[in-house]
RNA sequence: CGGGGUGUGGCCUAAUGGUAAGGCACUUGCUUUGGGAGCAAGGGAUUCCGAGUUCGAGUCUCGGCACCCCGACCA
């Protein structure tokens, strides 16, 4: 993509209504422009992070057998009464339309999914089965807050399993939280998996990913030495107690942000829709179903709480919207500026053929400190610069966005520098 | 929903109750090209909305709305 094209308008002051570092760093890097509070559109910088991350959730779900649906958003107000949602979920967006029948935004999409599903699966031998959707919620939040991390509107990959069994259902759990680490670990996070209360709808425990950062809004207890970690909302133990599932390590008390979870959602929905299946004697059965999030547009911005400086984001190269940000600064010579012009187009091709995503700084009369504030502020893994003083010695400029230190390469070897460099940090 | 704070060109800010100012961005011309360039000229505002006090309100009062923060809440 060439800069003087591109839909970007970067700006020097974060803005003042954003005081969370993700959502001033997104607003003036022309990732995320703010609609209201908690409600964000997506620029063509911020979309393509968003699709890169959806893309490895959707890479791990199809890994584990999901099934991609879409389901609808816009849902009848008799579903969410079988379940008795309608009355309960005090989150739950409820919108009435000229003739004065009332709907419900999809905040959770269990009373969609449950009779979708049921109405086709009639016998033991259907089970099991696990569809997800990537697809925007809507909650009725009394403080949007934190920029991207907790707001009204938000992409959120769902999956809903169904199961014979509860032995069933933890055999899948298990695949899926190891696939739900998979993903955290391809962003370059650290999640661990919380115990945490069921929520309003069920008696039973969840789990919630949990990734360290003081922009998230929990607090967990963690032991140091095994994977022991609760949400301190039911934590029985205190910090600075021996951990007690495995005696030996210590608790700790973090900050976390909530990005994933897991509930076990029992019989609960199919009783209320009365669709269940035909076991091997015949008789009618409820299945055991199981409920697996993940916060797209709140790992975004969690994403970059994690990765920034002082300049501006630090993208995971797996997540970046473009790995290499391309600089051609020209000269005052108009013969020598067409010469680095020429360079630098052919750089840009090349790189392009290789299938690497670069966004190109064509413009003229941009000065380098412009451009290279810009790149910083953007985040792109890595910068490329060809300049009168590059090109003296047929190079290019490399230089990552993590290092201080800018080295010479060779024209004729940038491509294949780059593209193991990319290659290695996006495993 | 309780408490606190803030609303001024596209963005960031300034302005004892007395002509709304500056920087960034934008337009034009010239110059400039390795860390957010320089000079000159120019365009751009019902100071969030409504009422009130006053000779006069960006400024004071009341009401509303919006946004941010703390808390509560959080399938």
């Known amino acids: 993509m060439k800069r003087s094209y591109f839909f970007a308008h970067i700006t020097k002051e974060p803005p003042a209504d954003e005081t969370s570092v993700n959502a001033q760093l997104l607003v003036r890097g022309a990732f995320v422009d703010k609609l209201m509070a908690g409600v964000y559109s997506y620029l063509p910088l911020g979309l393509r992070v968003l699709r890169k991350i959806e893309n490895i959730v959707r890479e791990e779900m199809d890994a584990i057998g999901g099934q991609e649906v879409l389901m609808a958003m816009l849902h009848p107000k008799t579903i969410w009464e079988q379940t008795g949602g309608w009355g309960s979920i005090d989150v739950l967006f409820k919108i009435q339309s000229r003739t004065e029948k009332e709907y419900a935004l999809g905040q959770s999409e269990e009373e969609v999914v449950t009779p979708l599903v049921l109405s086709r699966m009639h016998t033991y031998k259907d089970f099991p ?208 500026s067409a010469r680095i012009s020429v360079a630098a187009e052919t750089l840009y091709h090349s790189l392009r053929s290789a299938g690497i995503d670069v966004l190109f700084d064509d413009r003229e009369h941009i000065s380098a400190g412009e451009k290279f504030a810009e790149a910083d502020l953007i985040g792109a893994p890595w910068r490329v610069v060809v300049s009168a003083k590059t090109l003296a010695g047929e190079f290019a400029e490399l230089k990552a966005r993590d290092s201080e230190n800018a080295e010479l390469i060779s024209l004729s070897k940038i491509l294949n520098t780059l593209a193991e460099a990319i290659k290695k940090s996006t495993v």
């Not at 994933?260 to 209320?272: E, P, R």
């Open 129 to 336: 089965l696990a569809v997800y959707q990537i697809h925007w919620k809507f909650r009725d939040e009394l403080r949007a807050k934190s920029g991207l991390l907790r707001g009204r509107e938000f992409l959120m990959k769902d999956m809903y399993s169904f199961h014979r069994d509860q032995v069933d259902f933890e055999r899948f759990y298990t695949i899926a939280k190891q696939a739900y680490f998979r993903v955290y670990s391809r962003l370059g996070l650290t999640a661990k998996a919380t115990e945490a209360s069921g929520g309003s709808f069920s008696t039973k425990i969840s789990y919630e990913f949990m990734v360290l950062t003081d922009a998230g809004e929990d607090d967990i207890l963690y032991c140091d030495t095994c994977e022991f970690c609760v949400n301190k909302e039911i934590a029985k133990e205190k910090e600075g107690e021996k951990c007690t599932r495995c005696g030996k390590g210590a608790l700790h008390m973090a900050r976390a942000s909530e990005v994933g979870n897991v509930f076990d959602l029992g019989q609960k929905y199919g009783k209320d829709f009365n669709l269940g299946y035909t076991d091997e004697k015949g008789e009618k059965q409820y299945p055991i179903m199981g409920c697996y999030g993940i916060g797209i547009s709140r790992l975004l911005g969690v994403v970059v709480e994690k990765f920034n400086d002082a300049r501006g984001i630090r993208w995971p190269a797996a997540i970046a919207p473009f790995q290499v940000n391309l600089i051609v600064l020209l000269s005052k010579d108009s013969n020598e």
